[in-house]
Each structure stands twice: as structure tokens, then as C-alpha cells.
């Protein structure tokens, strides 16, 4: 997909979750966060934006591009036609994630998290998954939390070209400065309890400053 397809398509998706008749008292704008990037080699994690863990997979010429799209709910007033009667919009709240990559190991199915703490030179760095209800043991393999709707997941497989891409969307807004990342894991994501929301060794990782 296409870095204007992909761009499209995340502020679309949070566009159109926002319309409402004509407003008394415009919102703010709902905040969006955009990221693209070439990955770099593991020994570069405190300068870039993107690394790789494992080169056969996420090999240093591919890029990605990541776009979030966050919706607070909040309502705002509004009136209809010719000045008659007043009301309240309620907007939807949720978060919407979108990855897309290109240059990655074709015909090959990644399983995809957001994680909690920034990458690092080691795999680990990223910490666990970002959880909206937190799983008391550590680490979650309980279907119950680790789902793909208590957890942003953004499994995909690529083409033959090594691009593919993703989409999740969640009924709640991650929590200020604890999801930092987005992880792209060897293998596609559990959901068996044991082994659920496991999908692998981490094979890349990308900084993403989630709202």
C-alpha cells in the first residue's frame, strides 16, 4: 500500500467517526500521530526511529509507516438547519492504529503489538504488550487480557513484494506515556490459553509517540 493509501486511510477512518451537523463550538482537532521510517540496525536504537532485531526477516532496507487516530468521545453542540433546536453529538471514543510495510520477507505472516516502552539494542527493551486492563501476572498469556480487544494487535502477512498492511481499532484511548511502540514479532499471534498474545521473537521494533 501506498504511503498516500496509507495516510488516506488513517485519517479517513478518523474523520468519519467525527462528523456532525454544523457546530456552535468547535472541539479541538483530534490528535494524530504519523510515523515513517527506514529500520537500522540494532546498535543504532538511540538514534533511530526504527530498528531490526533480525535482518532475513525486516532486513535494513525496508520501511515502515504507522498513523494512530485517537477519539476522546467528547461531544460537542451543534444546531440544525435554519437555526432550529439544539443538541448534544456524541462522538465515538477508540483508538484507530494503521501499519503498513514494504520491504519486509515476502509470503511471510508477522504477528504485530503495540508495546509499552521504547526500542532498544536488545529485543526485550519494548518491554510487554500495551494492555487497556492490565493483567496482574507477567507475563499475559490469559485470553482474557491478551485479546485483540484489550491489546492493539496488527498481525499481517506479506505479498510476494514484502509489503502488507494492517488495521486495528479499540474502544479505548491508551494511557499518557505508556504505549511507546510497536513491535513486529516472528511468528502470527497466539490466542490459546498459555500461549495467548505470543507470537515469537521480536524482529523489529518501531518508536511510535502514541497519544
Request: charged content about 20%; glycine content about 10%.
Amino acid at each position: 500500500m501506498s504511503l498516500v493509501k496509507a495516510v488516506t486511510a488513517a485519517v479517513a477512518m478518523g474523520a468519519s467517526m467525527a462528523i456532525a451537523t454544523p457546530a456552535v463550538a468547535a472541539p479541538p482537532p483530534h490528535p494524530f500521530v504519523f510515523v515513517h521510517d527506514r529500520f537500522q540496525p540494532a546498535s543504532q536504537a538511540k538514534t533511530a526511529g526504527a530498528v531490526t532485531y533480525d535482518k532475513s526477516l525486516v532486513p535494513t532496507s525496508a520501511s515502515v509507516f504507522i498513523a494512530e487516530a485517537r477519539l476522546s468521545g467528547k461531544g460537542m453542540k451543534n444546531h440544525h438547519e435554519g437555526g432550529e433546536g439544539r443538541g448534544e453529538y456524541k462522538m465515538h471514543k477508540g483508538t484507530f492504529v494503521f501499519i503498513s510495510v514494504r520491504g519486509l520477507a515476502a509470503d511471510h505472516h508477522f504477528g504485530i503489538h503495540v508495546h509499552t516502552k521504547p526500542c532498544g539494542t536488545k529485543p526485550d527493551s519494548s518491554g510487554p504488550h500495551y494492555q487497556n486492563k492490565q493483567d496482574p501476572r507477567q507475563p499475559s498469556t490469559n485470553p482474557k487480557y491478551a485479546n485483540p480487544h484489550n491489546e492493539v494487535w496488527l498481525d499481517l502477512t506479506t505479498r510476494s513484494n514484502g509489503k502488507g498492511w494492517a488495521k486495528s481499532w479499540v474502544k479505548w484511548n491508551f494511557r499518557p506515556d505508556e504505549a511507546r511502540s510497536v513491535v513486529i514479532h516472528r511468528h502470527a499471534t497466539g490466542t490459546t490459553s498459555g500461549k495467548a498474545g505470543q507470537a515469537g521473537a521480536r524482529v523489529a521494533c518501531v518508536n511510535v509517540p502514541f497519544k
